[in-house]
């Protein structure tokens, strides 16, 4: 199978992902910038996010660039990505609707975490389906921008239950670190 057909559904999944997640955004019941106050917490949560979701669609789009054909084994691999990813607009909308609360943080950076694995797993399953053809630029082994990426969303699990903000400046610098396509996979 060629990959325009996965990349295709991919790309209407992560739609409906995103018109989920503004969906799940409510107009305050005041007319005036007042009303926008309480609602600080929903609007974060849904820019950090819609970032993230960019960057899994950026480096999605520059991963399959570099792959020449679908199997089965990277069918599945993408659903179970697709999966993790589908649960980011109930995790924003409960980390929003809740002001940051512990139990919601802890599940959104869960869901980032699970998130970040099901894509590497993916990574890893075309490389070994493509074996010496592929393009990919994969070193053996996790990189150090992986481990960072890793230890900040437990970090930030962990931080959830004494302090809101920086267990999100931890979220936040992951996807600082991933808005540049990570070098392994983006095209020379």
Same mark, same amino acid.
């Given at each position: 199978?060629?990959?325009?057909?996965?990349?295709?559904?991919?790309?209407?999944?992560?739609?409906?992902?995103?018109?989920?997640?503004?969906?799940?955004?409510?107009?305050?019941?005041?007319?005036?910038?007042?009303?926008?106050?309480?609602?600080?917490?929903?609007?974060?949560?849904?820019?950090?996010?819609? %970032?993230?979701? @960019? =960057?899994? +669609?950026? /480096?999605?789009?520059? !991963? *399959?660039?570099?792959?020449?054909? %679908?199997?089965? @084994? =990277?069918? +599945?691999? /993408?659903?179970?990505? !697709? *999966?993790?990813?589908?649960?980011?607009?109930?995790?924003?909308?409960?980390?929003?609707?809740?002001?940051?609360?512990?139990?919601?943080?802890?599940?959104?950076?869960?869901?980032?975490?699970?998130?970040?694995?099901?894509?590497?797993?993916?990574?890893?399953?075309?490389?070994?389906?493509?074996?010496?053809?592929?393009?990919?630029?994969?070193?053996?082994?996790?990189?150090?921008?992986?481990?960072?990426?890793?230890?900040?969303?437990?970090?930030?699990?962990?931080?959830?239950?004494?302090?809101?903000?920086?267990?999100?400046?931890?979220?936040?610098?992951?996807?600082?670190?991933?808005?540049?396509?990570?070098?392994?996979?983006?095209?020379?």
């Amino acid at each position: 199978m060629e990959t325009t057909r996965l990349e295709a559904f991919s790309d209407a999944v992560l739609a409906i992902i995103i018109t989920i997640m503004v969906l799940e955004l409510k107009s305050p019941d005041d007319p005036s910038f007042k009303a926008l106050r309480p609602l600080a917490s929903v609007a974060i949560s849904y820019v950090v996010s819609f %970032v993230y979701l @960019g =960057i899994y +669609w950026s /480096n999605h789009h520059h !991963l *399959f660039r570099q792959t020449e054909r %679908v199997t089965g @084994g =990277i069918l +599945w691999a /993408n659903l179970i990505l !697709l *999966f993790w990813l589908s649960l980011i607009p109930f995790a924003t909308s409960w980390m929003g609707e809740y002001h940051f609360g512990a139990a919601p943080m802890a599940v959104y950076g869960f869901v980032l975490l699970m998130s970040a694995f099901s894509f590497a797993f993916l990574q890893n399953v075309i490389v070994r389906v493509h074996k010496k053809e592929c393009q990919l630029k994969l070193r053996k082994g996790t990189t150090l921008k992986e481990i960072i990426s890793i230890t900040l969303y437990i970090i930030g699990i962990l931080l959830s239950f004494y302090n809101h903000v920086i267990a999100m400046l931890c979220y936040i610098t992951v996807a600082l670190m991933w808005i540049v396509p990570d070098k392994q996979i983006k095209r020379n």
